[in-house]
């Protein structure tokens, strides 16, 4: 990388951010960005980069230059944009989402699907991407038909909530969907056409809701339960020869935040650390970010920090926490102790209004990838 590259990278090295733009309605944007904190400098906002209506979840492609942002409305969509080096976006395609209210994206690691949860009526789709990253019409859908959850309101129905392909599997095909309404954590394998078939899976108790989760490098899952707000770890264990399930042992459950159990609490992200020896979800109720530390037999608490109004996702970059407090309409800014890995307090708070994803910046054409939100 020539130095001037190198500089114009680093000048443009930019947090997004996937807000919600239909309440109020006068909101404008869709897809800011922030400068993230750096030794000297505090993080700051960093306008608009594009008009893209109720983008509340944000990824990327593997290796392309290129951003995925849901519509999530009734008639869902997903665009995609091509990102340039100074860090502007340039529309370059839109497609339906093949369901309502899509709420969260992955991009398989080959680069030639993309996979999206539609919350409102529970259907999981695959998008084939063509060779500069543009998304295709729906060419699989899932939709599970599995009993609901017992609670009356959140779980009539199917509700996907997030999809991930598991780095586990080294061929890239292992996809997993989680269900909020109807306590699933299943896995699925995709074939060469996008086509997918049953791959094993679990079932959480009732009531659990689970929201989101993330995979700690030794393979191990880590469950929110929005509905009952719990962490719940998952072992999995690969096929033994190919054709076979996946098998998904369900651990134990412990709460998601050290508040009194009684409080209402609905957790929203969970987040590993770079080093995955520290866990982060976000409370919402309790308004805070509660920090476990992984270990052999699970997670164990270790403390809860404040943050703004319903914190729906977390980002940590560079030796900061970052938080989406999505009532607020801000992003707190939190620093990671080093020896702890507990998030503590800066001042710092960026308006956001309806902010509801965080993704980190893209990285350098010859640097590492780094991360995606979603557990991200």
């Known amino acids: 990388m020539t130095p001037r590259r190198r500089q114009a990278t680093a000048e443009h090295a930019l947090i997004l951010l996937g807000r919600y733009t239909d309440d109020p309605a006068d909101r404008p944007g869709g897809i800011d960005a922030l400068r993230p904190a750096a030794p000297g400098r505090p993080a700051a906002s960093a306008g608009t980069l ?5 983008a509340s979840w944000l990824t990327r492609h593997p290796r392309l230059p290129v951003l995925y942002a849901v519509r999530e409305q009734e008639a869902g969509a997903v665009v995609a944009y091509r990102e340039e080096a100074d860090g502007s976006l340039e529309a370059i395609g839109e497609v339906s989402s093949r369901g309502g209210y899509p709420c969260h994206l992955a991009a398989s690691p080959d680069g030639r699907w993309l996979a999206v949860a539609n919350y409102g009526d529970g259907v999981f789709a695959l998008l084939p991407l063509d060779d500069a990253g543009r998304p295709g019409p729906a060419v699989h859908t899932l939709r599970s038909q599995a009993p609901t959850g017992p609670h009356p309101d959140r779980q009539d129905g199917p509700h996907a909530h997030m999809v991930c392909f598991l780095a586990a599997d ?92 009684d409080a209402d609490n609905y957790p929203a992200a969970v987040r590993l650390s770079a080093d995955a020896r520290t866990l982060y979800v976000s409370n919402r109720g309790a308004d805070c970010v509660t920090s476990f530390a992984v270990t052999a037999d699970g997670p164990r608490p270790l403390a809860d920090t404040a943050v703004g109004a319903w914190p729906r996702d977390l980002l940590e970059h560079a030796g900061h926490l970052y938080s989406a407090d999505q009532n607020d309409g801000a992003v707190t800014v939190l620093r990671l102790d080093a020896a702890s890995g507990v998030p503590e307090p800066t001042g710092t708070t960026l308006p956001a209004p309806g902010v509801a994803c965080l993704l980190a910046p893209r990285p350098a054409p010859d640097g590492p990838r780094q991360g995606e939100p979603g557990a991200r």
């Open 170 to 261: 080294p061929t890239g095909r292992t996809l997993a969907t989680v269900d909020l309404g109807t306590d699933e954590v299943l896995l699925h394998t995709v074939t060469e056409d996008g086509r997918t078939r049953p791959a094993g899976g679990a079932t959480l108790p009732p009531g659990t809701g689970p929201r989101h989760l993330a995979e700690h490098p030794d393979g191990r899952l880590f469950v929110v339960g929005e509905l009952d707000s719990t962490v719940t770890e998952l072992r999995p264990a690969p096929p033994e020869r190919p054709g076979q399930d996946w098998r998904l042992a369900v651990g134990r459950a412990v709460p998601a935040t050290l508040r009194a159990p």
């Open 50 to 54: 594009a008009h893209s209506p109720d």
